[in-house]
């Protein structure tokens, strides 16, 4: 079977730096996704990694062990707007992503 | 417009009735996705495409109907409404080589009574 985890609930302050981390066990990898979804909104993606280690777009940076069926999604000076559910998808055989449950990140000030 | 639309983006509808959902993307994208998400379960994989003509089951796809003569549309028919399909549907599409990067329409709000 395939699984995907990670937490579903994360809360923090503004300009606090957060960690999503999601493990995940599917007969086939090619990649792990994320993607941001605000309440009432489409998701939209965020980051990919296909290799090992860590990549970086602006405040938001996804890093990736595949030995270790691992990943996260690293949120830096965390703002308002941030607060949105996060989610893990994995690529599974090059066609279609697997999605995780979610996890909703709460920023207060 | 250019993107990923879809419609209605409201719908209430009466237990056996059919209840099509319409999607419509103008990148010419090459594949297509059909997602429900619930609370507590995230986003589940209804259906895709590949190309014109060509469908395929994902995770959840009892009670659904998919076809795709052009490549702009994908269109969502649930033949027989129940309950349990509640819920808000999402399409999506993607490049060949960039499945990892789907982009989503704004979804649909479904109520089955």
């Known amino acids: 079977g395939q699984s995907l985890e990670q937490p579903s609930e994360v809360t923090a302050v503004e300009g606090a730096i957060v960690q999503i981390n999601c493990t995940y066990q599917?007969?086939?990898?090619?990649?792990l996704s994320w993607y941001q979804q605000h309440d009432g909104g489409a998701p939209t993606f965020l980051s990919y990694?296909?290799?090992?280690g860590l990549e970086e777009t602006g405040r938001f940076s996804s890093f990736l062990s595949r030995s270790d069926s691992y990943g996260y999604l690293l949120l830096q000076e965390l703002q308002m707007k941030d607060s949105a559910s996060y989610f893990c998808?994995?690529?599974?055989?090059?066609?279609?992503?697997?999605f995780g449950k979610g996890t909703t990140l709460s920023v207060s000030s | 417009d250019a993107g990923i639309t879809q419609s209605p983006r409201y719908k209430i509808t009466e237990t056996g009735r059919q209840v099509t959902l319409m999607c419509h993307q103008t990148?010419?994208?090459?594949?297509m996705f059909w997602y429900r998400q619930d609370l507590g379960h995230g986003l589940r994989l209804i259906y895709y495409?590949?190309?014109?003509?060509?469908?395929d089951k994902g995770e959840v796809p009892d009670g659904y109907v998919v076809s795709r003569s052009k490549t702009e549309n994908f269109p969502l028919t649930l033949e027989s409404a129940t309950r349990s399909q509640t819920s808000v549907y999402f399409c999506?599409?993607?490049?060949?080589?960039?499945?990892?990067?789907?982009?989503f329409g704004p979804g649909t709000r479904l109520l089955v009574l």
């Open positions: 999506a599409s993607s490049e060949p080589r960039g499945q990892e990067t789907q982009y």
């Open positions: 599917t007969s086939g990898f090619y990649g």
């Open positions: 990694n296909a290799l090992d």
């Open positions: 998808a994995v690529n599974q055989a090059g066609t279609a992503l697997i």
């Open positions: 990148w010419s994208h090459s594949y």
């Open positions: 495409s590949a190309a014109a003509d060509i469908t």
